[in-house]
Structures are given as C-alpha cells and as structure tokens.
C-alpha cells in the first residue's frame, strides 16, 4: 500500500497522533469538531523517519503531495503561494507526537519575498504590518534555516529602536522595517554566502526540512534524554495559513490554560500581547499581560475563548495549553495540547477532575508521573528568617532554591559538575539554555512571562523559576537592581537565592523547610493504595528516617543496613579495634562496647516501626570503608622513623598497626571479605547483632510493641553459607527469647546479589523464609561493572552513545539482571510457595523498574523515604496497566509442582 505523506486537517483525527504528531492530530480533531482553526495539513512523521533513513533527503512523492494539499489550501483561502497580488502566507511549525514545548523550530509568514510583501501592504492597506512580518520572517528563517545566530538580527533591531527612539516594535515605521530588511539581507548573505531566497517554494522546502532537522538538535536531544521520549518518533510538520496577530489593536496572540499549571486551581490562566504574533509570547521577548485583561479589551473574544476552553478540557478530559491568535477581532485557534504543569497542579487537577467525574480514580492515578512526586515535595523558604528582597518578578514555577548566580548555561553546567549550586540567571531562556536549567537550581529571567520558554521548561524539571523581573537589570556577567534606595550590583558568584512561589529574589543564602503532603495528594495516594497490589517499603537506617518513611505510607523497611550504623565519630575507632584485634579477647571486648549502641538503634527502629516488618541486614561493608588508609599510615610511618623525637613505642605501634592493614587489604573489597563471609569467618561479629536485635525484641515486647523483626544474610552465593547463618541466629534466638523463641515470629531470609545465588535459588530458598533482591550489588555482578568506577568513567558514554539504553544503576536491566530475579523467584517459589521476594537496590524507586517487579510476581519493593509516594503510586499505575499477573505465575507454579 502506498504511504501517504500529507494529512489535511479536514481528513486527520484524534487518535492519529503517532503519525500526524500531537499538535497535528489536535488542530484535526479541533477541526472535525468545527473549531475556528485556520486550514493546514500535515507531513507525518513518517516523512521525518524516511528524512533521516535517506541521509537527509525527502523522500520521492513529499514534495507532489505538499504542492497538491498548498493548491486546495490555497482555493479554500481565495489566495495564491507567491502571487504579487493575493499572497498566502503560511506558518511552518513542528509538532512532535510528545510533547516537547519550545524544543524544535517554527517559521512564520512564510510565502513573502521582494513582491509580495507589497502586496501583502496593499491588501491590507498596511505596510508598516506587512513589512513586520517580512522581517520577522527573514529573522525567523535566517535563524531556523541557515543556523545564523539570533543576536546578529537582534542587535540590528536594537540599534534601530534606539535611533528612532521607540520603545516597542509596534511603534517602529514601515520605512523603519524597510531599513531593517535591509540590514537583515547582508546578514543573511554576510553569514551564509547567500541572498534570501525569492521563490517561496524554496523557502517552503527549506523549512521543512529545517523543522525535521531540529528533531536532532541539541537541545531536543537533551529534552528526549530527560524525559525519555524515543528518539524513533520523529516529528511531524504543520503547514497552516497564517492569521495575523500584528494587525493593530483589535489584534492579538496569547496562550492560555484551562487551569492554573503551577497551581491546579480551576480558572483560566494564560497572558496575551496585543498586536503581536505568537513568538513574541513564548520567547518571552515582550512581558505579557493577564488573560483576564482580555475581557476588557476585547469581551466577545473573551467569552468565546472562555466557552471554548471549556469545551476542550472536557473533550480531551485533561487541562489544555491553548495557543490562540485574534486577527481583527475574530479568534482563531492555532493548538490545544495538554498542558505542562507542576507536580503540585498535577496532582490536585487530577484529583479535581475525578472528583467532577470529568475521569475516573484510576485515570486519575494513571495520569501522574511518579517521578513529579519527587517534585511536589519542594522546598519552602522559612518563614523565621529576615530575608533581603532585592526584587520580585513573576511566580513561574514554585520552590525555592539557593545558589552562586550564573550568566549563561554553560557555565552553570560546569559549576554543577564542580559541586557548586547555581542560579541561572538571563534576560530570557531560549531552548538552547535547557543544559543551564537542568544543571541550576533554579531559574531567574528579567523579561518573559508565566508561559516563557523558561516558565515551561522549569516547571516541567520541577525547578525554582521567577520570570519577568524586569527590576533587573542583566549585564556583563552581573547584574543590578534598585533595592532600599540603593543600587545594587551581584556578581557572577555572589550568593542569591529566588522563592518561585512569591516570585521574589533574595540577596544572600536562606533557610529551607522541608515540604508537606497535600491533602490532594493524600488523596491520590489513598486511591493508589486501593488498586496497588505491590507493597511498598522504605530503606532506613534510622528512627528519623524510618518515622518519616512511614508518614509517607511505608509498609515496612525493606532494607536497614547496620553497616551505616557504625560511621559515626564515636564509633568507628570501636569498629577498628574490633576488626583490628589481635585476639578472641581484644575483639570481645570491642564487640561487648558495640552491643548496646546496636540494641539501641534496632529499639528506635522498632518502636518507630511498631507493628511493621523491620528487615535488618547483617553487617555488610568491604572491610577497607572501617580501616584506616594504608597510604596515609605509610608516610605515618616515613615521617615517625626519620624524626629523631619519635619514641621507640610510638614507631613500634605505628608499625603493627600497618602490619594489622596490610594482611587486612584485599585486592578487590567489594567482591572480598564481606557480608556473611565475615560472619562465617568472624561468628562472633553476627553473634553481637543477633543478640542486639533479639535484645531490643525483648525490651520492645515489654512496652508493648509489636515487633516483626527480618533478619537478612548479605551475599550468600552457596546454600551451606545460608544454613551456617541461620543455625546462628537461631541460636542467639534461642538464648535470648528462651521458650519464646519457637513462637516468637521472626523470619530469616537472604538477599540475592549474587548471581549463582539466583542461579541456585531453588536450593537456597529451603532455608529462607525470604528473597531481598540486592540489585545494586546483583547489577554489579552481572554486568561487571564496578560501579563506582562505571558512573565516574564509561558508563555515560555507554548511555549516550546508545550502546545502553539507561544506566543500568538507575533502570533496571530487565534483559539480564531481570531474568536472574525473574528465575529466582520462580525457582524460589515452586520450593516455597509462600516465599515473600522484593528488591531494596536504588531501582526500587524507579517506575519502569516497579513495573517489571511487579510482573515479575514480587512481593515488594524497598525504596529511599522520600521516593515512597512516587513508589506508591507506580505500583498503582503498573496495576492498572498490567493487571495481577501473578494469577499466570501461579498457574505456572501448580503445573511445575504437578
């Protein structure tokens, strides 16, 4: 079958967004509905795959299809591409099938050109109008088409202004714009070797294939990465008529949200300028006014707006971020899509939405993204604090953040990988900046509005951003602000900070407050927890971690490692001169000090845990983390037998102790002495935690506590080293519980980060009463990476040359570390039925990673406090899109056990 490369809007619909993209598949549905939309078609996103396939050719058929589908546009419109006399002018804009707002180019007023434009002057009996899009379009096409930098163009315009001493664009002459076209051609043949093209099929052709080409620009590029959008989607692109928003007063462009996206709250929001067009809104180059202004300037075109936005939202049954223009008093829509927002309007417009039954509480769930949770819970400047107010702009994106002010994006970027926390500080963001905000804390713009490129972009990162402080005055490499009748300079370095809830910018640094659940929020997460079939644990290491893990709705810890336990000051030197010790004795001793600093800490997890499963884990570090350096005793020792004051003993002991260090050393600690190799090889040290576990049980019981302790044995790659471990707990147990101890439920299990012990499950899972799936360790084992190592050396290569489709640390790798979990728990379980199996590494908070655990059949899944909600949530999620997939597993299990 033959491929169709053109859609007409009239021809396309809702649910043809995978090839139309999202912006072409909306303004078809919005014209099958009978929405003002001016008329268009679309060249798919299958043209944009053969584009890159072809080595950057059209494919053969494009450009018949495209000048068949210009001809009945230009019918219906009453005008001809690139006649004199009745010009069509059209907008060339991408239309991804995700969105990615200000990622990729747009032209407008293509079709002008020497002749045109005085037709366009004389059908519309305005040459000052039709001269302002001539130049708009040879900034527009220069930029997009030839890759000449915008300043070029802009600093043209700004000497113009200034000469003629006007202040808006508005107020420059047609002569003016004459001048400037001028200005602008040089450019254009100083910078590319070439005039600017007279034949608008030329220009047309060259557009297209420009917006293709910015599917692979950079900061495209970056924007998929982040939001890990395929780069195998392509783009599409809208060819439409153009309506003019620079016709005069009664003319106009704006954007507009259904809803708050900052806030959720359920009223428009959006800013308009009037005679202007659609760029100078979302480049934030002019300050917008409020959507509400529109009412009374123009109350028709308001209160259609007003229905239609209505009308939109409950179509698509989500907010929507609506782009509109008014030509002469009549409203035209140019894209609806569903709007960016923050995790705080997220989660109440959803929540709102099922409880006007506009969706159901699934949809609702469904619709979060759980890593915006993450987000939500934003930092808040403390109310007990003087603060310096320098300024205060708009209130773009909310949170605060503290930071060395930063001038341009690169720099911020090499801060942060410096360890410095930046501001981004600019006159306005362009797309090109998305490296700077991703880098920065956050956000500081002296011109733009609520829906700037850098409004949108940090909202969508979760991003401390005040757009439009226009009190700030940017220049090189500071900037000042009128403050307390003084005139105040920062400087590149100088410490500043921005609440984007106030829109206020702060000298100094300031004192941040943790955030709080919202009640929606509460609400999202009562839902999710209605529908999750996965339970969701926390990792904690202490009481304070563990209280707030369960305020967040934790069902347990999942992972307690004992090992962070001992890095406080006070007892490290404990820990030494346990391991140090020369003798049974020396090592009771230091073993005797432990013992009720480690009750203590199991009394406060328990008691912060009442009637939730504790998992505690065994001590598991690589010996060298608790010794002292080798390297540094070494010169110790230099220095000590070349000073002629140093004592005999002093040498003597120094000696010793680097004697102790070097038999300790292992070539390769991680994979050395460590989890239960030490406690088969030191019993003792797993003697002292079991009797400080069962301990604190005894004293937590007498409070009346209820205490459901999981002792974990780390490492295990063999079943007799798990049957060792478990005869000693058992026994510790026994002495410590007496006649309780065979009633008493506590449970022993392992955790599985050793690929023969996933391999030997079935054998290990006799003598487990659990699987905890260690996968930062299991996915070190497997790939054999070294993690440490990987992140700081190859692994970002590996990920950005594709060679890895994620970091295997960060997502789960479902092809290799999977099917050792996947194998493991199925061999696990047809030895125990009843065998309860979760993961605790990092990926326990990921959502991808969730959803495979949740396939997979787990039990489980352990994660860091503040990632619990997020936790919860994709549970839900996974629920709600893969079903209970453990009705087939255990299918699979009965006919295995037959």
Known sequence: MCMKFVVPFDQGHADMKA?????????????????????????TTDVCRAYYALGGQLPDGVREEVASALRVLESSQGKQFGDPAKPLLVSVRSGSVTSMPGMMDTILNLGLNDETVAGLAALTGDARFAYDCYRRLIQMFGNVVFQIESHHFESQLSRLKQRLGVGQDSEVSAEGWQELIESYRSIVVKETGRPFPQDVREQLELAVEAVFRSWNNTRAQVYRKIHRIPDEQGTAVNIQAMVFGNLGADSGTGVLFTRNPSTGERRLYGEYLINAQGEDVVAGVRTPVPIEQLGADMPLVFDQLERTAAMLEKHYKDMQDIEFTVEQGALYLLQTRSGKRTAQAAVKVAVDMANEGLISRGDAVERIEPFHLDQLLHRAIDVDQALDVLASGLPASPGAATGEAVFDADLAEAWSRAGRKTILVRSETTPEDIHGVLAAEGVLTSRGGMTSHAAVVARGMGKPCVCGCEAVRIEDRSFVVHAGGEFVTIREGDTISIDGSTGRVIRGGVNLREPELTEELQQLLRWADDIRTL??????????????????????????????????????????????????????EALEKLLPMQQQDFEGLFRAMDGLTVTIRLLDPPLHEFLPNMEQLVLQHERLRNDPNASSEEIDRNEKLLRKVRSLH?????LGTRGCRLGLVLPEIYEMQADAIFRAVVRCLEEGIDVRPDIMIPLVGHANELIRMRELVTKRAEAILGDKAATFPYHVGTMIEVPRAAITAAQIAKHADFFSFGTNDLTQMTFGYSRDDAEGKFLAHYVETKLLPENPFQVLDEDGVGRLIEWAVEQGKAVKPLLKTGICGEHGGDKSSIFFCHAAGLDYVSCSPYRVPLARIAAAQAQLALGHPQSDAERSLSEHIA
């Open 19 to 43: 090839t139309l993209g999202g912006k072409g598949a909306n303004l078809a549905e919005m014209t099958r509905v009978g929405l003002p939309v001016p008329p268009g078609f679309t060249v």
């Open 535 to 588: 339970q969701v644990y926390t990792n904690a290491d202490t009481p304070e971690d563990a209280a707030k893990a369960r305020d967040f709705g934790a069902e347990g810890i999942g992972l307690c490692r004992t090992e962070h336990m001992f890095m406080s000051a006070a007892r490290v030197p404990v820990v030494q001169a346990m391991i140090l010790a020369d003798s049974a004795e020396e090592r009771a």
């Open 666 to 670: 292992e070539m390769n600690p991680m």
